[in-house]
């Protein structure tokens, strides 16, 4: 039986933590490709990569957000994303990945 103390506030910001880059990650995979080269950012390949050895590890291995020199890496590209990467991507796109051109298309055609 697995045991959490969820009492302890590590255990909190660790599960936040893993929560935060779990989010930049789906995120990162959810946008389209040639947004990130329209950005002037580094590829989606590179964000996945980085974003998915970051929350992999800490799945791995348990984050440790006080002595845990991988965790701390991780949080901070998963924070160079949310931060900077998103805001940018979002500004080009209408937000769900889409550009401004299909804003007003529904499933039927132009309306």
Known sequence: MLYFDVLNPFWWIATAIIGFKAFAFV??????ED????ADKKTKQFWLIILGLALGLDLLFGANPITGFITLIG???AIVYVVDVRPAIKQLTDGR???????????????
């Open 27 to 32: 995120d990162a995979a959810t946008r389209r």
């Open 97 to 111: 990945g889409r550009g401004d051109n299909n804003r007003n298309i529904g499933p039927y055609g132009p309306w």
């Open 75 to 77: 949080l901070v590209a």
């Open 35 to 38: 947004a990130y080269r329209a």
